[in-house]
T-cell receptor
């Protein structure tokens, strides 16, 4: 089946530094990928839609200059959290829509802790 | 504002019982409906999807859809402790983003 590989699975960084999260589609091409954030005991919140070869579309309230998204190829999308702060600590998950609208497949998620 | 609502739970059922999870949605144009299971600290995994009114069965799971009532449910028969997780309902129209519900925490008691 379709697999989305996400790395790293967890990262701890110092406040003010930047962290890059990678999301790869392993056996299919994903022209669109989605980035979600999930705080403890809350549901998934869509942050942005990543489009191959063009600018990402950000949801209202998400700072595009803080959460940089690059989708340079059909199999790779990256999310960079710039100048991270403790309030950015969260579970970040990428996903891609499988052809035929059979739902999303999710990456394994990245637990970010900013200290 | 498109909304998907679920009872947050926790819903507690004894092992072997039927767990019933409910979801309502506001957008009448919604066309596809999904149930995901999420274990703590893990990503969601797809359990079932349903497009048409009625029931769809897959093993111990049955999804039920009633578009007139804007209601979709998931039944888990013979519940097991390993079914304890948060269940997310997701709704979308073709070509548009998914809208996720807040999830229902299910606890299956041995």
């Amino acid at each position: 089946g379709a697999v989305v590989s996400q790395h790293p699975s967890w990262v701890i960084c110092k406040s003010g530094t930047s962290v890059k999260i990678e999301c790869r589609s392993l056996d299919f091409q994903a022209t669109t990928m989605f980035w979600y954030r999930q705080f403890p005991k809350q549901s998934l919140m869509l942050m942005a839609t990543s489009n191959e070869g063009s600018k990402a579309t950000y949801e209202q309230g998400v700072e595009k200059d803080k959460f940089l998204i690059n989708h340079a190829s059909l199999t790779l999308s990256t999310l960079t959290v710039t100048s991270a702060h403790p309030e950015d600590s969260s579970f970040y998950i990428c996903s891609a829509n499988i052809q035929g609208a059979r739902g999303y497949t999710f990456g394994s998620g990245t637990r970010l802790t900013v200290v | 504002q498109k909304e998907v609502e679920q009872n947050s739970g926790p819903l507690s059922v004894p092992e072997g019982a039927i767990a019933s999870l409910n979801c309502t949605y506001s957008d009448r144009g919604s066309q596809s409906f999904f149930w995901y299971r999420q274990y703590s600290g893990k990503s969601p995994e797809l359990i079932m999807f349903i497009y048409s009114n009625g029931d769809k069965e897959d093993g111990r799971f049955t999804a039920q859809l009633n578009k007139a009532s804007q209601y979709v449910s998931l039944l888990i028969r013979d519940s097991q402790p390993s079914d304890s997780a948060t269940y997310l309902c997701a709704v979308n129209q073709y070509g548009q983003n998914f809208v996720f519900g807040p999830g229902t925490r299910l606890s299956v008691l041995p």
